[in-house]
């Protein structure tokens, strides 16, 4: 089961986004460029980028986000405990309304962390 949840997320993600991109808009590829130039290395390293795009994401209750910023974050080598400092600082901000996608996020980081 836990495999199979990033394996979905990470399809559906690959997939609609190759349409999206298939379909040549100027804006939403443009859009999508500075998303991806966002999180590159800067003055501000790629770790706190990630880590600030997930407390965002989880602020704003955007499942879809938190699962790709969490996948980041895997790949990058984040701990368990700097992942639950970036979902007590999410949920402080955002207030008990963030629990439910912190339960959501929790489930996801497991699953990678079984991958």
Known sequence: MADLLVEEFNAYR??????ISGAKNLIIN???NLDTNCYEPGTVDVVT???IGLACSMVLRCDDCVKYHLGKCHELGVTDQQIFEVFSIANLIGGT?????????VEYWQALNKN
């Open 49 to 51: 980028k990630e880590m």
């Open 97 to 105: 309304i963030v629990i439910p996608h912190l339960r959501r996020a």
């Open 30 to 32: 443009r859009l999508f």
């Open 14 to 19: 690959s997939r609609m986004n190759e349409q």
